[in-house]
């Protein structure tokens, strides 16, 4: 082999090896600002602990082949750790959730946040405070969005939204405590307007209202809840179900548009 072309190779693999040492270096001191130790910092799994990314960091020091892709999968643990530093100690994030602006965002004790859910608070509610408050032992499960552009979001204490939900909260939307809202639920407190028949769909005004679901709430997979709705306390939303008017304390309501099918019974 041409000895000019091993020096180069030479040459390659040590410049190649101060860049992931540089990489490295710089993570090690992202780390150290926010004083990422795993007794404070607990995680869901404890195989994305902070001793798991030290391992990714060590990869990085030990095979500059691998230097970029170690870097991009440090980076990703490392981003969602400061998150974790503003909030309750004890609650509970999965390294795959994703939060936008979290300087916004209020978490309680023992709150749940799984898989790729979604926080976007862009901008604080009105009169100030934070765009999304969770409170004591909420549980906003996988793939779910919660987006508080132009409102807030509150959900209640031990309230559950569950896996694929979307809450608009334009309008601002309210969650009480104990409630339950199932897979696939659509909470909308804006909507696009289609009464101008002379005007393109995209110029259309849209309407902005808040939706209040009470405490103890039962909301089945796939309902929809438009703009302006109250849900009393205690009711129950059928699956399927599209609710456009008020729901009241106690009543079980379902269809499209939804009407009252019968009074729960006190027991």
């Not at 004083?35 to 095979?63: F, K, M, V, W």
């Not at 946040?113 to 976007?120: F, I, K």
């Not at 103890?216 to 609710?243: L, R």
Request: glycine share 12%.
């Amino acid at each position: 082999m041409d000895t000019a072309r091993v020096r180069d190779e030479g040459a390659d693999r040590g410049s190649a090896v101060e860049r992931a040492e540089e990489f490295a270096a710089e993570h090690d001191a992202i780390a150290a600002d926010f004083s990422l130790e795993q007794d404070e910092h607990p995680d869901i799994d404890p195989g994305q602990s902070p001793d798991r990314a030290e391992g990714l960091l060590g990869g990085l020091r030990r095979s500059p082949v691998r230097a970029v892709a170690g870097r991009l999968r440090a980076e990703a643990r490392i981003a969602s750790w400061p998150l974790r530093a503003r909030w309750r100690r004890d609650a509970q994030l999965s390294p795959r959730a994703i939060v936008r602006d979290p300087r916004l965002v209020e978490i309680g004790r023992r709150v749940l946040l799984g898989r790729e859910a979604e926080l976007w608070a862009f901008c604080e509610r009105p009169g100030g405070g934070p765009g999304i408050r969770l409170a004591e032992r909420a549980d906003i499960r996988s793939h779910a969005l919660l987006h508080a552009y132009g409102g807030h979001i509150d959900v209640g204490v031990h309230s559950c939204v569950n896996h694929f939900c979307f809450i608009n909260a334009a309008g601002g939307v309210t969650i009480g405590d104990e409630v339950m809202i199932g897979t696939g639920t659509a909470i909308l407190s804006s909507e696009h307007g289609i009464a101008l028949s002379g005007t393109p769909m995209t110029r259309q005004p849209s309407r902005v209202a808040p939706v209040v679901v009470e405490d103890n709430v039962y909301i089945g997979a796939n309902a929809v809840i438009q703009a302006g709705v109250k849900i009393g306390t205690g009711a129950v939303v059928a699956s399927g179900a599209v609710v456009r008017q008020d729901v009241r304390p106690g009543d079980i309501v379902g269809g499209v548009p939804a009407r009252v099918i019968r009074r729960r019974e006190d027991r």
